[in-house]
């Protein structure tokens, strides 16, 4: 019997502080005219977001250029500011530069047209890539005095050169392609954020110039390893063996470069019958996307790089000539080195205390633990692998499980919910799986994903036409003595054990009906037809995020009116959405204070007479990537706190499936509470955002993830 057949025991519902709340004005609580005109008449009331972002890649610098922070954690973050802003071109500034082009170009929420938002993307990112470039020389000589040696070619003594020439002889130069360019060699294509040797070489028979493209074989390692952790750059080693390349003739300049290019996806669904191979014909065509951002080495020459720039059809404006070495995503592999005493102190995550058997060493059991409480969990600090990871393989092994429901935005590549729910459907149980095949840079992984699941017997489905998948959720249906059970999962982040270790993210594991029963209906709509866009402790969007976000902070405005305690704490990715900050201006502006802890982007303009003097915005960066979304409300004293997948922008809120869940219980908001209370005291070091777009440092004397994780330490040691 299908579990959709099958009655649900019928629990007593348990009112929550605000289910039957008696106000002065009765809701909705949306504003009229004469309050939105009261905001609306600042003009410049809202940032720019793409000019935000540069600014949150600022703070990621200004962490690599903390001396306060271990050597290798600084090399790191340089490593994760060069793969921000990759990704950055590769879909904000293309897409910019696309409706440009398509003639489709209209002024931003900020006041700004394309043109000009792009030309201060130049300016400011041009600045930060300099700044980044000269952060790595100085960090150089300092893993030097630390035994970590980053050299050039010339820096390296008689034997290592040997070795460098084996290894080029050996490995290299087989699979090295040189390119030529003449009547009978077109330029060629270079592939997007490949690292490329641009050759000119010269015939001494005739005397006459020739180029050549030679591609730096991204299989080996960035950084060359030379022993007692001595590095060189790879293109260093090619650079000086190029005459093996180019038999008889003369090498007379050689200098790399690295072209970015828009590898944003666009698929026309409604038109393609089958949505994978819409996908899978659109992934082959991203490779040849247009160029958005030419890098080369400041020495290169005029000649060189005016043929570079000809041949990519690459403006001016779009070349950024930098101190070698490009491309430092190979840093990663230097952060990784064994120097743990250059790193954070080892952080391993424990069992959350709710789901630790104290007196067995058998495994969690989640389910009774479930029973007797709801499970608030806080990743990195629990252990995704003795909560999550542990709920779905137990649902996968347990015979009274008959049906698993589960959300798949990212995973990882060795993936144990894949298959634990693959174990799930070959047991019979009944098994469906919403795969987001369209989860940006992730979509090829995905697509292997969806099919190894389906080849197991899993229903496999991609969602809504239209609309990405985004939310986080897994719901498992189990039959018991006194009848059938729902089990609940909803998260902020995604179902992958490794970024698990590494991103901050809250959990919720519940028995509580309502959310079941809210859960079960949603994934009706994302597998079947039905559109219910009515839920009980659900806001779900694109039908109602927005707008019961923004009726919450009306409410709030109200209370305050009242009398009633009143206040309002957000934590997300990104603000930019205007409905949600024009909101938060109006409850400003009746002097309700509100604090935003955002790591990414903010559109909204604190501190400003008249609009948003009561606002205080904040920025944590660190060891952990902050991911989490809360909305918090005093609701006169009976706080509410949602958690979910929904930032505050206009693709989260109308262009995907999201999901924010009322948290069930006093002690779980209040636990919301306490972490908001820590984020937000005066001596939690973080980043202040001023009225004019820029952020400053707060270097307090707390830090919000080294005192999380001794509050964890300390847990474990009083356990």
Request: glycine share 6%.
């Amino acid at each position: 019997m299908s579990p959709e057949s099958v009655p649900s025991v019928a629990h007593p519902v348990e009112e929550q502080p605000g289910d039957h709340e008696t106000f002065d004005v009765e809701p909705p609580y949306f504003p009229d005219d004469e309050q939105l005109a009261a905001v609306e008449k600042y003009d410049d009331r809202f940032l720019d977001r793409e000019l935000s972002w540069l600014r949150f890649n600022q703070r990621v610098l200004e962490l690599a250029e903390d001396p306060e922070l271990p050597l290798l954690e600084r090399v790191r973050f340089l490593a994760i500011f060069t793969s921000n802003l990759d990704e950055f071109f590769m879909v904000r500034v293309a897409g910019l530069k696309r409706r440009i082009a398509a003639g489709v170009a209209v002024r931003a929420a900020s006041g700004l047209m394309p043109r000009e938002v792009l030309e201060q993307i130049w300016t400011n990112s041009g600045d930060l890539m300099e700044r980044h470039a000269r952060q790595f020389r100085e960090l150089v000589p300092e893993l030097a005095d630390a035994g970590i040696q980053l050299v050039r070619w010339d820096d390296l003594d008689r034997e290592e050169q040997k070795y460098c020439k084996r290894l080029f002889r050996d490995r290299v130069f087989p699979v090295l392609t040189p390119l030529a360019v003449d009547p009978a060699h077109p330029f060629p294509y270079i592939s997007g954020l490949s690292l490329n040797l641009a050759v000119l070489v010269r015939n001494p028979k005739t005397n006459k110039e020739h180029f050549a493209r030679v591609k730096v074989p991204p299989i080996f390692a960035r950084f060359v390893p030379l022993g007692n952790q001595r590095f060189v750059p790879l293109e260093d080693v090619i650079r000086e063996h190029l005459r093996r390349l180019f038999p008889g003739m003369e090498v007379l300049e050689v200098h790399s470069f690295r072209v970015t290019r828009n590898e944003d996806l666009e698929v026309e669904e409604d038109d393609a019958e089958n949505l994978l191979a819409a996908l899978e014909k659109e992934l082959l065509r991203r490779r040849f996307g247009p160029p958005v951002r030419l890098e080369v080495e400041e020495s290169i020459s005029p000649a060189v790089l005016e043929l570079l720039v000809s041949e990519l059809g690459i403006s001016t404006d779009e070349v950024f000539r930098l101190p070698g070495p490009l491309d430092l995503r190979g840093l990663h592999d230097i952060a990784d080195l064994a120097r743990e005493e250059l790193k954070y102190p080892a952080f391993v995550p424990t069992t959350h205390h709710r789901l630790a058997e104290v007196e067995s060493a058998a495994p969690v059991d989640v389910f009774k633990a479930a029973r007797r409480t709801d499970v608030l969990l806080h990743h990195p600090y629990d252990s995704f692998a003795t909560s999550v990871q542990r709920f779905i393989e137990q649902a996968a092994a347990d015979p009274h499980v008959l049906a698993i429901k589960q959300t798949l935005y990212r995973t990882s590549g060795d993936s144990p919910i894949i298959d634990a729910l693959i174990d799930a459907a070959e047991a019979g149980k009944q098994v469906l799986v919403i795969v987001e095949i369209k989860a940006r840079f992730d979509e090829q992984a995905n697509i292997r994903w969806a099919r190894k699941l389906e080849q197991a017997g899993c229903h496999v489905v991609y969602g809504l036409v239209g609309l990405k998948t985004h939310c986080k959720l897994s719901l498992v249906v189990r039959d018991e003595p006194d009848g059938i059970r729902r089990y609940t999962h909803i998260g902020t982040g995604n179902y992958n054990s490794k970024t698990a270790r590494m991103y901050e993210d809250l959990g919720l594991i519940t028995t509580d009906e309502r959310i079941g029963e809210d859960v079960a209906h949603l994934f009706n709509n994302l597998s079947g037809w039905s559109r219910n866009a009515i839920y009980g402790q659900l806001l779900v969007a694109p039908d109602s995020v927005r707008d019961g976000l923004v009726e919450q902070i009306h409410r709030e405005i109200h209370h305050h009116q009242a009398g009633r305690p009143a206040r309002i704490r957000f934590k997300a990715n990104s603000i930019v959405d205007e409905a949600v900050i024009d909101a938060l201006y109006l409850a400003s502006q009746a002097g309700v204070p509100v604090q935003l802890l955002v790591r990414g982007i903010c559109a909204l303009r604190p501190g400003v007479p008249g609009l948003s003097e009561t606002i205080e915005v904040r920025s944590v960066l660190g060891r952990f990537l902050e991911h989490s979304r809360i909305y918090w409300f005093e609701s006169a004293g009976e706080p509410v706190a949602w958690i979910g997948s929904a930032d505050m922008m206009h693709r989260n809120l109308d262009r995907r499936v999201e999901v924010l869940v009322r948290l069930p219980g006093e002690e779980n908001v209040e636990s919301i509470g306490r972490l908001l209370d820590l984020a937000f005291d005066e001596e939690t070091s973080a980043w202040l955002l001023e009225s004019d777009g820029t952020w400053t440092r707060n270097d307090g004397q707390l830090h919000l993830q080294e005192a999380l994780i001794e509050r964890q330490r300390r847990r474990r040691t009083s356990a």
